[in-house]
T-cell receptor, first 113, second 112 residues
Framework: DAGVTQSPTHLIKTRGQQVTLRCSPKSGHDTVSWYQQALGQGPQFIFQ???????QRGNFPDRFSGHQFPNYSSELNVNALLLGDSALYLC????????????FGSGTQLSVL | SQKIEQNSEALNIQEGKTATLTCNYT??????LQWYRQDPGRGPVFLLLIRENEKEKRKERLKVTFDTTLKQSLFHITASQPADSATYLCALDTSNDYKLSFGAGTTVTVRA
């Protein structure tokens, strides 16, 4: 049984560009949450997707957007990249929007130059 | 504002000793509190969950306590091993808004 998979594992972009990160949740899970983790910090909640809609959002600008597909996989899009967007982006999956015992992927390390 | 604070400094302990980590929070009324382990370059891995009406939870060499009056959770690793070296994160959810909030984590290093 595959766990949460994320792609790509690493990405290098320049300021102003756009990026798309992908996540496949654990089998049987229908909810995907995205987190941003800066070096030395804890994960910060970006948003949660359930039933193909954004259900909850953290304190992130509209440059951060997402999508959930009928097969529950999800994408995170970031437009107009800033140097400060450099971080580890984590995807977590769960069932029925419940945040108990989240399963995380290994993340995508984004570097913005 | 809401805040979650964990041990500000890294913890270095001798193998076999007990590591005790703290998680303090303000302006939260969490329905439950969770602890995760994170290794470098990897995503967090769930360890334990304790609910607001529970005082203590155990799993193998791990123990968590939860004091909603003090607004504090303690996480203990007994008989520590070098393989326990990692960063440990606490996380809170009020179950009202489906936002899980994490502390900055405490890095534990166990010396052989």
């Amino acid at each position: 049984d595959a766990g949460v998979t994320q792609s790509p594992t690493h990405l290098i972009k320049t300021r102003g560009q756009q990026v798309t990160l992908r996540c496949s949740p654990k089998s049987g899970h229908d909810t995907v949450s995205w987190y941003q983790q800066a070096l030395g910090q804890g994960p910060q909640f970006i948003f949660q997707y359930y039933e193909e809609e954004e259900r909850q959002r953290g304190n992130f600008p509209d440059r951060f957007s997402g999508h959930q597909f009928p097969n529950y996989s999800s994408e995170l899009n970031v437009n107009a990249l800033l140097l400060g967007d450099s971080a580890l982006y984590l995807c977590a999956s769960s069932q029925d929007r419940i945040n108990e015992k989240l399963f995380f992927g290994s993340g995508t390390q984004l570097s913005v130059l | 504002s809401q805040k979650i604070e964990q041990n500000s400094e890294a913890l270095n302990i001798q193998e076999g000793k007990t590591a005790t980590l703290t998680c303090n929070y303000t302006n939260y009324s969490p329905a439950y509190l969770q602890w995760y382990r994170q290794d470098p370059g990897r995503g967090p891995v769930f360890l334990l969950l304790i609910r607001e009406n529970e005082k203590e939870k155990r799993k193998e060499r791990l123990k968590v306590t939860f004091d909603t009056t003090l607004k504090q959770s303690l996480f203990h690793i007994t008989a520590s091993q070098p393989a326990d070296s990692a960063t440990y994160l606490c996380a809170l959810d009020t179950s009202n808004d489906y936002k899980l909030s994490f502390g900055a984590g405490t890095t534990v290093t166990v010396r052989a």
